[in-house]
């Protein structure tokens, strides 16, 4: 809705508003005095408990529908920000504006006034909680999403605009991150692209290569134009600027920056304005997920971009590539939040049950001396012979014996592992398979998360407390002991899943749908109103 007919919407409200509480009711008494709108509202909200309790401590006294100033404030807060809702990427229909007006128009007595101030109420509650915290739950879309969303007591929300400013009350309901913000700007361009005809034709080729001319390179320049990757030009060969163009794109979509179009960095190129925006849409619904306060300083694993990275002041101090899960069943990364406490150096493997009894017990009873780094403990911690141990007795459930790995440089995690204690078992840790971070796509791991350069990353992370972090971490390497090293102050860390993200300065960033999640939200967004079409027709 553009700002001219927002602000013939909120006249006509209004409008209707005054002329009902100036006269239509025969010059009753204030709806704060009547008795019967007290009990209309009492009746109305007697279905929301939230709500109810609300207006009992209130004397069931009109925040809305009085003719005081500070009611008609309320009015114009709420009438503006309900205008506005597509530019949080939510539905307008969710909030039936319309509705409301016609509600308003239609209203004869303080009895249909009481009802209007707890329609009013119930509107801006839906607001104030989808624009906070969002429309979607997020356990119920994908079971690898265990976001616990922080969603605050209703009543809270109508004693805060009962009581402060309301156009800054009403500001101050979406989530005030720079992350969001940058994400509302890029969906307004976004939306610019579309209504301009997108990026013009697609590329069609299957891969182009520096050196190369013809109508799909010309396509290809286009496109890059038209991204804001190239200066006009009338160039029809693959030349150098050509391909630092593509490397520069290739590096804001995760993809390795060789300046050749192959398979991946084609889809990339070729993916429209309108489905960028779904993934600029559903990032936004993601960041009114997370916690407010993220922490001055902290860890932030984005699963889709491979990465961990810490942050001070929304500034990125550290960055080191990661692996995360296999898009397998069992073994796909969580989304939650939590507070890294320690770090163990020199760590002891503890097999997960599930991997020994899923892989190594088949491999063991095969061969007893399989993974032969691996040692057998039972129930009293007392390390068991494999001679002793006849494997083809046992099954999954029957299998008796935890496996671990001592440390060493072959240790599964490697040197070093970063400890956020949680139901889910994960952790950021090293790992002896180097050369799988060369690879642009890296989905390798039973759900934890693994990073190129740990120990730089304990570098950073010892550097709030020791003067010398890194002869510190190596003094206690050397012992080649299992040690744990505790911080003093715990780091938040938050994994999350972006397939759109924003960087303090540079453009955004875009990346793969890794296990399907975010499509799984753009569908349900869908479900409940959001649309792309406004901006296509």
Known sequence: MDVMLSRRVLGVVLTGAVLLLAGKINAAPLPGQSIAF????????????????????????????????????????????????????????????????????????????????????????????????????????????????????????????????????????PPQSQDYARLMKEKLRLEQVIALGDWGAVVPAE????????????????????????????????????????QAFQSDHGLDPDGVVGASTMAALNMSAAGRLKSVIVAMERERWLVRDRGARHILVNLTDFSARILDADIVTFRTRAVVGLNETGRRSPEFSDQMEYMVVN??????????????????????????????????????????????????????????????????????????????????????QKALFDRDKRDFSHGCIRLQQPFDFAYALLSKQESNPEAYFQSVLNTKRETYVYLDQPVPVHIIYRTAFTQAQGRIQYRGDVYGRDAKIWDALERLGVSLAAVQG
């Open 38 to 173: 007290r009990q209309a509202v009492a009746e109305a909200a007697a279905t929301d408990r939230e709500i109810a309790e609300f207006y009992r401590e209130t004397d069931y006294r009109a925040i809305w529908t009085d003719q005081s100033d500070a009611a008609e404030a309320r009015r114009q807060a709420l009438v503006r920000a309900l205008s506005q809702v597509e530019r949080h990427g939510l539905p307008m229909g969710r909030y039936d504006l319309d509705g409301l007006m016609a509600q308003m128009g239609a209203a004869r007595s303080l009895r249909d006034l009481g009802q209007i101030e707890v329609v009013l109420s119930q509107t801006y509650l839906r607001y104030a909680r989808d624009v906070q915290t969002g429309i979607l739950v997020p356990s119920q879309i994908d079971e690898g999403i265990k976001r616990e969303v922080i969603y605050r007591d209703r009543a809270d929300f109508l004693r805060e605009i009962a009581t402060g400013k309301p156009r800054d009350v009403m500001r101050a309901l």
């Open 207 to 246: 891969t182009l290569k520096p050196g190369q001319q013809g109508a799909a390179v010309v396509a290809l320049r286009d496109r890059l134009i038209a991204m804001g990757y190239l200066d006009r030009s009338a160039s029809r060969d693959f030349d150098a600027r050509l391909q630092q163009a593509v």
């Open 347 to 432: 760590p002891t493997w503890h097999v997960p049950r599930s991997i020994a009894v899923k892989e190594y017990l088949p491999q063991m009873q095969r061969n007893p001396n399989a993974a032969g780094h691996l040692r057998l403990y039972d129930s009293r911690g007392r390390e068991v012979s494999r001679a002793a141990v006849d494997f083809g007795a046992y099954s999954a459930r029957s299998f008796p014996f935890a496996i671990k790995q001592p440390p060493s440089e072959r240790n599964a995690l490697g040197l070093v592992k970063f400890m956020f204690p949680n139901k889910y078992n994960i952790y950021l840790h090293d790992t002896p």
